[in-house]
């Protein structure tokens, strides 16, 4: 269904969980695209061939992917939380990137690492140690093809889909904090500390020019998704366009008071332009009148990052840095009560004069994040919204069901503390389930390791079996205080320690001159002694019952070690205490 919902499946499989329910959420739009694919109309024709929704559990099955809807945004507002995922060595998360297919979420975090994420089932599947310097910004090309990635040190990496490194280029020797790519996909551009905008060939890795116009930090910077234009914004307070052709700098957009954090083009229609910094006001703006048309307050703290939905060009999404999310919608001022309405600049008779519309946020998560949102991403089907933040998490997010209303109510909406006292939220079941995620993320991890490390065999012949390690005798000593007897010299080739060889002549002396003859069946051995048993594996001697072989002479395989006796033997060494 559109959005994550609890299949709450059974697994079968039996792997680890034993068969218990498995209670991770999974989403699944592919239904509501049938849905969509199997009854929509020709775009000539009217939408009314869809029953509209209504908030009842029944119009579940009803409904439709946010490409079925674009006329209702409303409808795709991420209200409802899906999962929190956390890596085994916690960083903050600074870059959120789906994959092109939608399959997989790309994060980056400030140990230079790549993880990725399962795009249904929100699991760890990978890590990576792609950068040696925090992450700071990536990006796909719009052909899918290649992805390019920055860090602190001014270093930019080329991967291919499958995250082969192909290239590293030094474009800054300050920290590089933005990049985007050309709509042509031929040229990329990045931001810098040192201010300026650098501009390099994306075949060559070359660089072909630079754009110098900010007074302090650029942190970050767009390209337009199908003109020649770029926006950059810097801690000089300045909303700077740019001509790539030329590198000279077309307006400076003001209006922010403090270090612009991010700037981005709408992708749908490229008409608008949004910024923010570190203030509690978001502005949009209207290239084609270079002024700002809407304010988006409601913020308590400043803004740290903002996306635009896929799909809907009029809904607006912004992180602050209290953590808290708002979503806006363009086409509705949703004004507090007590607040008069205003009038859009696009509605007034002079739009170039008009003042910039007031709008307010349509839904607040106000506790999405406990710390900064640094980034955030949408699915490319727009049904899912992932989040990165200072709290070193990666939260989902997707629209609530028909006729689901909980989670009005739940810890991000109301805070921990209250729906803890409503019963909303359960502290230890919270972190039995966070125990649970960290622990698979372990054993997922561990696993990787293994199939990567080299093989420590001590056995030739048998790769991957280890000498077990013996422990010391309790005076220190590896023999127990034994000490090795002292042999006489023994001839060249035999090993040191070892006991003489046997004087044949001298002992056919004793029998007379000849040996005695040997048994048919070999040396007999000597029966064992009362009470003594065989270690597990091995095959009974004579005299202890259990014949070697049977009667066609064909050997029999030992009973091969018992695994509770071994899981035992580990646990009174302290391992494997805890059931999971």
């Known amino acids: 269904m559109d959005g994550g919902y609890d299949h709450g499946g059974f697994d079968g499989g039996r792997s680890r969980t034993g ?9 699944d739009i592919g239904n509501t695209y049938v849905h969509y694919l199997e009854n929509r109309r020709p775009k000539h024709r009217a939408s009314r061939g869809f029953e509209a929704e209504r908030p009842t559990s029944s119009y579940i099955h009803d409904m439709l992917p946010p490409a079925g809807r674009r006329s209702r945004p409303v409808d795709s507002i991420p209200a409802r939380h899906l999962h929190s995922s956390l890596n085994k060595v916690k960083h903050p998360v600074n870059v959120v990137k789906w994959t092109p297919e939608g399959r997989r979420l790309l ?28 992450l700071r910004a990536v990006t796909y090309s719009h052909n899918d093809e290649w992805l390019i990635s920055a860090d602190q040190a001014g270093i930019v990496k080329y991967w291919q889909t499958n995250f082969n490194n192909v290239k590293e280029i030094q474009a800054h020797a300050d920290p590089v904090r933005d990049l985007a790519f ?39 910077v767009d390209w337009h998704p199908t003109k020649g234009l770029l926006v950059s914004g810097s801690k000089d307070h300045q909303v700077k366009l740019w001509d790539p052709r030329t590198g000279r700098c077309l307006t400076t957009l003001h209006g922010h008071k403090n270090t612009v954090a991010m700037t981005k083009f709408e992708p749908t229609n490229g008409v608008l332009l949004a910024s923010c910094a570190r203030d509690p006001v978001a502005r949009v703006f209207d290239i084609r009148m270079m002024r700002d048309v809407f304010l988006l307050k ?7 990052s903002l996306t635009w939905h896929p799909i809907h060009s009029s809904m607006l999404t912004t992180g602050g840095g209290d953590g808290a999310m708002h979503h806006y919608l363009l086409d509705e001022q949703n004004p507090p009560p007590g607040t008069a309405s205003t009038l859009s600049p696009y509605d007034s008779v002079n739009p170039t004069e008009a003042s910039a519309q007031t709008i307010y946020p349509a839904h607040k998560t106000q506790y999405a994040h406990e710390y900064a949102i640094w980034a955030m991403d949408w699915h490319p089907l727009g049904h899912i919204l992932a989040t990165g933040a200072n709290d070193k998490v990666t939260r989902f997010w997707t629209r609530p069901r028909p006729g689901e209303d909980s989670y009005i109510n739940d810890r991000w909406h109301i805070g921990q503390a209250a729906a803890e006292a409503q019963g909303t939220w359960k502290k230890s079941e919270a972190a039995r389930l966070r125990e649970e995620e960290e622990a698979e993320a372990e054993d997922e991890a561990d696993a990787l390791l293994d ?9 030739p012949g048998l790769p991957g079996i280890g000498m077990p390690a013996f422990p010391p005798h309790p005076d220190g000593t590896s023999l127990g205080g034994a000490q090795q007897l002292d042999f006489p010299p023994l001839p060249m080739g035999f090993p040191p320690g070892a006991p003489p060889p046997m004087d044949m002549e001298s002992l056919k002396k004793m029998f007379g001159g000849n040996l005695p003859p040997l048994p048919p069946n070999g040396m007999p051995l000597p029966p064992p002694p009362p009470g003594f048993v065989m270690p597990p594996g091995f095959p009974p001697l004579p005299g202890m019952g259990g014949p070697v072989g049977d009667a066609a002479g064909v050997r029999k395989r030992g009973p091969l070690p018992s695994q509770e006796e071994s899981l035992q033997a580990e646990m009174r060494l302290g391992r494997y205490t805890k059931a999971r």
């Open 107 to 134: 994060t980056g975090s400030t140990s230079g690492e790549f993880t990725l994420w399962n795009g249904t089932g929100f699991n760890f599947e990978t890590i990576m140690q792609a950068h040696d310097h925090a």
């Open 19 to 27: 068969g218990r329910p498995n209670r991770r959420n999974a989403t």
């Open 298 to 304: 409601g913020h308590d703290k400043e803004i740290s």
């Open 451 to 459: 199939q990567n490390g080299p093989s420590r065999s001590y056995l």
């Open 182 to 220: 050309a709509p042509t996909d031929s040229k990329f551009v990045t931001a810098s500390d040192d201010a300026s905008l650098k501009i390099f060939d994306f075949a060559g890795g070359t660089e072909e020019s630079v754009l110098t116009g900010h007074q302090w930090d650029a942190k970050c």
